[in-house]
Antibody, heavy 121, light 106 residues
Framework: EEQLVESGGGLVQPGGALKLSCATFDFTFRSYWMAWVRQAPGKGLEWVASIKHDESDEFHVDSVRGRFTISRDNVKTSLYLQMNSLRAEDTAMYYC??????????????WGRGTLVTVSS | DNQMTQSPSSLSASVGDRVTITCRASQRTSTYLNWYQQKPGKAPKLLIYAASRLQSGVPSRFSGSVFGTDFTLTISSLQPEDFATYYCQQSYSFPQTFGQGTKVEI
């Protein structure tokens, strides 16, 4: 069964760092773009970052650019999000998502269950 | 950024009702618009991609349409399992943006 499993979340102090991981199962990971999407408690969804299938390019939302870095390991079939200089407003459930394509239209067709990041002193 | 505005923010409906949710883009989006369903404590689930294409395994009572920069998600006959929050998302340009969500309640 195709599956995404996030890990690495937890409680961290403001200014701290955390690295999220997303393990993938039963699909050809190296063929897919991947993304991180977050959801603050009681709020809506926010796209955070995407990475091309071959690591040739990455995209980040302005609010995390320079602090967060998306990366992947196509041998380990895993996706990562390195989060530095964390702020209270980064508190959220972080979802790993696979990007599917219909022509040039991308969409998130497979999601993990999420890992919770709490930034608080 | 391309702001996506959903309406209404919430609605109350009964089983069997026809429900329509609208998403308006602030910039050109073409058909790069997707719809997701999220239930409490769960990850979002893809319903519709490219404005009108039904994701595999999603019931045919869900449909999507577009007119200019206005997008519509329609549930033709609401079922008990459809009570959830629905989000639109544009993938035409970065940053990709979601609507604020529409909560469908009993």
């Amino acid at each position: 069964e195709e599956q995404l499993v996030e890990s690495g979340g937890g409680l961290v102090q403001p200014g701290g760092a955390l690295k999220l991981s997303c393990a993938t199962f039963d699909f050809t990971f190296r063929s897919y773009w991947m993304a991180w999407v977050r959801q603050a408690p009681g709020k809506g969804l926010e796209w955070v970052a995407s990475i091309k299938h071959d690591e040739s390019d990455e995209f980040h939302v302005d609010s995390v650019r320079g602090r967060f870095t998306i990366s992947r390991d196509n041998v380990k079939t895993s996706l990562y999000l390195q989060m530095n200089s964390l702020r209270a407003e980064d508190t959220a459930m972080y979802y790993c998502a696979r990007i599917g394509w219909y022509g040039l239209v991308g969409y998130f067709d497979l999601w993990g269950r999420g890992t919770l990041v709490t930034v608080s002193s | 950024d391309n702001q996506m505005t959903q309406s209404p923010s919430s609605l109350s409906a009964s089983v069997g009702d026809r429900v329509t949710i609208t998403c308006r883009a602030s910039q050109r989006t073409s058909t790069y618009l997707n719809w997701y369903q999220q239930k409490p404590g769960k990850a979002p689930k893809l319903l519709i991609y490219a404005a009108s294409r039904l994701q595999s395994g999603v019931p045919s009572r869900f449909s999507g349409s577009v007119f200019g920069t206005d997008f519509t998600l329609t549930i033709s006959s609401l079922q008990p399992e459809d009570f959830a929050t629905y989000y639109c998302q544009q993938s035409y340009s970065f940053p990709q943006t979601f609507g604020q969500g529409t909560k469908v309640e009993i």
